[in-house]
């Protein structure tokens, strides 16, 4: 079945060899896919289905490696490709918390099993983060800071283009899925594809010289925006300070001081509703409502049982509805948003029961008692009231392993200085780990789709991230399938029917 790609690059090894390319050879030829080195495997999924593949392992995608343990690739061939030739490569990267994360083989219980089963050929690559380390002349090295776990996907893909005429599938058609952190690369691959403020790392790592731009992204509960994170968080979740989240006196003089600067940022970003209508700080919980209402209208035509005690107001047997099909009408703010399920208002058939507001206080209360929330600053807190820091602050740290604060807002409290700035070389980390800084109407590096899930009670970060993502793209003419599904947590690769059904639907 892969007889087409076998005689192009024979053709290509024979041309190498032959003659007028010694130095192509000598630079990239450890780069050349291997396709003998291969093993027979199988995996059983859930449905009892056996899925016979053939497994590619331990493949460095760059020349000059750095640590060995995480800088590999696996890359996994179904027995039968759904598309030929122009299979759509599904590279699952296991990210989490900005740690780092070793290439993995599939697993049944995941996304990478089923796009096996599917047909669709699967990389995972291996990469650096935060606990990564190597040790030199008796030092401990840090390996993984930002934005080094970012570059390690960048490079697997260029392998993987770099090698296309050899590796079976289309590497013009990767599909890129991750989760939390790892959806937060997800979506900086999706937006970044051949940046050139990435170039100068890639060729310091030997990374091939080729793009490293993805067809899709598969976004889910994306921890990302990182430097405006903080704000979000607070603006949106204040109102639970003296309730269920119970902060101290001093946790809530930070925590207003947060969220009184993510009104500028809401207003710079221009974001717009389906109508045309800009979205500002005075309409944006408006805006997010429509998100949660269409939630919970999906979720009430699913047969799910919400009680009035989270915020959700609605309208119950009105005797006038008469059994008919009924569109929610009537407060759901700015309208239902249009793009991915969301844009579908459901038809309830002989229910009379939907959904016609939300409490948003209320409900933002309800999810800050399912879990609890994260103290302020939720994402850069090291030194502002406690020492302790969170992964972002480490993945930002050096390479001696030492924290870093990545906002002025929290270098400036630990500090204690007003005047306090980050210096060049943090804010351009931070410039390069935040899609949002990508996506614009004329990038020709962002990904054409994108599918972008965070639980309608997952509150790793606030709505605010995944909701401007997705507006912002779309705004931008891309292709976008969002939703918040109904009371799920902060998770990823579920409702595998509806991720295949959308990747089958962009693939044909």
Not at 66 to 78: K, M, R, W
Request: overall charge negative; glycine content about 8%.
């Amino acid at each position: 079945m892969h007889l087409h790609k076998f005689l192009i690059a024979s053709a290509t090894t024979a041309a190498i060899i032959g003659g007028g390319a010694s130095m192509q050879a000598k630079d990239t030829g450890s780069l050349r896919f291997d396709n003998i080195s291969s093993k027979q495997a199988s995996l059983t999924m859930p449905t009892g289905q056996t899925v016979e593949y053939t497994a590619y392992e331990g493949i460095f995608y760059v020349t000059n490696v750095e640590d060995s343990v995480y800088q590999t690739l696996n890359i996994y061939v179904p027995q039968t490709l759904k598309y030929g030739d122009a299979t759509p490569i599904f590279l699952r990267t296991y990210i989490g918390g900005y740690m780092a994360a070793t290439a993995k083989a599939p697993s049944a219980s995941d996304a990478t099993g089923r796009a096996l089963q599917e047909g669709y050929v699967v990389c995972i690559p291996g990469s650096r983060g935060a606990n990564s380390t190597v040790t030199r002349n008796g030092k401990t090295i840090y390996t993984g800071t930002a934005p080094n776990g970012l570059l390690d996907l960048k490079a697997a893909i260029r392998y993987l283009r770099y090698n296309d005429d050899l590796i079976p599938g289309s590497a013009e058609r990767i599909i890129i899925d991750g989760t939390s952190a790892g959806g937060a690369m997800s979506a900086l691959v999706g937006s970044t594809g051949d940046r050139p403020e990435y170039d100068g790392y890639l060729r310091k790592m030997g990374a091939a010289k080729t793009s490293d731009k993805v067809f899709a992204s598969v976004c889910y509960c994306p921890i990302t925006d990182l430097n405006h994170a903080d704000m979000e968080y607070e603006w949106l979740y204040g109102c639970t300070n003296t309730g269920v989240r119970h902060l101290s006196p001093d946790q809530i003089a930070i925590s207003d001081q947060l969220a009184a600067e993510c009104p500028g940022y809401i207003n710079s970003l221009g974001l717009k509703d389906d109508a045309g209508n800009l979205i500002t700080a005075d309409n944006y919980k408006d805006y997010l409502k429509t998100f949660l209402i269409a939630s919970a209208h999906k979720a009430l035509e699913e047969g799910c049982e919400i009680p009035d005690t989270i915020g959700i107001i609605r309208y119950v047997d009105r005797p006038d509805f008469g059994g008919r099909q009924m569109r929610p009408a009537n407060g759901d703010g700015r309208g239902a948003p249009s793009f991915g399920p969301a844009g579908s208002r459901p038809m309830f058939n002989n229910n009379s029961d939907f959904v016609t507001d939300i409490d948003l206080d209320k409900y933002l209360s309800y999810v800050a008692s399912v879990t609890p929330l994260k103290t302020p600053p939720a994402f850069d807190q090291y030194g502002v009231l406690i020492d302790t820091p969170t992964p972002e602050n480490n993945v930002f740290g050096n390479t001696e392993g030492t924290p870093a604060n990545f906002t002025d807002f929290s270098l400036r409290h630990r500090l204690h200085d007003d005047s306090a700035t980050l210096d060049k070389d943090m804010v351009k980390r931070v410039f390069i780990m935040n899609p949002m800084n990508f996506i614009s109407p004329d990038a020709a590096s962002v990904a054409g789709h994108w599918f972008i899930r965070h639980g309608a009670k997952d509150r790793d970060t606030s709505f605010l991230v995944p909701v401007n993502l997705a507006t912002k793209l779309k705004n931008s003419g891309f292709d976008v399938n969002f939703f918040l599904p109904w009371n799920r947590p902060h998770s990823g690769d579920y409702n595998l029917d509806d991720l295949f059904s959308w990747i089958d639907s962009i693939a044909r």
